[in-house]
T-cell receptor, first 110, second 118 residues
Framework: QQQVKQSPQSLIVQKGGISIINCAYENTAFDYFPWYQQFPGKGPALLIAIRPDVSEKKEGRFTISFNKSAKQFSLHIMDSQPGDSATYFCAASRAQKLVFGQGTRLTINP | ETGVTQSPTHLIKTRGQQVTLRCSSQ?????VSWYQQALGQGPQFIFQYYREEENGRGNFPPRFSGLQFPNYSSELNVNALELDDSALYLCASSPGTSGGALNTGELFFGEGSRLTVL
């Protein structure tokens, strides 16, 4: 049972552009929504996270938009850089148990 | 402050064998979770330990078992290895609260142990 659906599977963006990754969840009991960045051969690293009582959170070039009624949330990467090329996972959490999306492989072309 | 460390980083086993993976949690964290990440997939929750007790389990068979020690380090044991067990096994630690309610959401992952089953 896929509880968190992520799209697209892969994304190519030009340097300086905006990267947008979308996720949808089913279980309304989730109370924490993090995004992780993973480079090849490495473990996932926490990028940014949001709780469902907030509609938007911004940290530097990274912004999460959260729509509780639609059970959707998205990651926006502004001014995308080649160093942002990685796989990104959204997740939904309850009691620190994460359900991950399938991942998005992001490539930033110079 | 040291992060989450896992060992070994890579290992190769054959079908039917048993494996033990180890994890040292981040300083100050008393909760450890284990995830399995198959190639090209998102991590899947195996189980979580809080103060040496199992505190939730995902959809994995009983041949996947774990331990948490008084210093909050942890082990993942897998018996009767199958080819499909080949994956990156990730350990994550998180802070709990003294009252027992796990109300913080941040998990910090180690680099993982890459298991190949032949």
């Amino acid at each position: 049972q896929q509880q968190v659906k992520q799209s697209p599977q892969s994304l190519i963006v030009q340097k300086g552009g905006i990267s947008i990754i979308n996720c949808a969840y089913e279980n309304t009991a989730f109370d924490y929504f993090p995004w992780y960045q993973q480079f090849p051969g490495k473990g996932p690293a926490l990028l940014i996270a949001i709780r469902p009582d907030v509609s938007e959170k911004k940290e530097g070039r990274f912004t999460i938009s959260f729509n509780k009624s639609a059970k959707q949330f998205s990651l926006h990467i502004m001014d995308s850089q080649p160093g942002d090329s990685a796989t990104y996972f959204c997740a939904a959490s309850r009691a620190q148990k994460l359900v991950f999306g399938q991942g998005t492989r992001l490539t930033i072309n110079p | 402050e040291t992060g989450v460390t896992q060992s070994p980083t890579h290992l190769i086993k054959t079908r039917g064998q048993q494996v033990t993976l180890r994890c040292s949690s981040q300083s100050g964290h008393n909760t450890v979770s284990w995830y399995q990440q198959a190639l090209g997939q998102g991590p899947q929750f195996i189980f979580q330990y809080y103060r040496e007790e199992e505190n939730g389990r995902g959809n994995f068979p009983p041949r996947f078992s774990g331990l948490q020690f008084p210093n909050y380090s942890s082990e993942l044991n897998v018996n009767a290895l199958e080819l499909d067990d080949s994956a990156l096994y990730l350990c994550a630690s998180s802070p709990g609260t003294s009252g027992g309610a796990l109300n913080t959401g941040e998990l910090f992952f180690g680099e993982g142990s890459r298991l190949t089953v032949l």
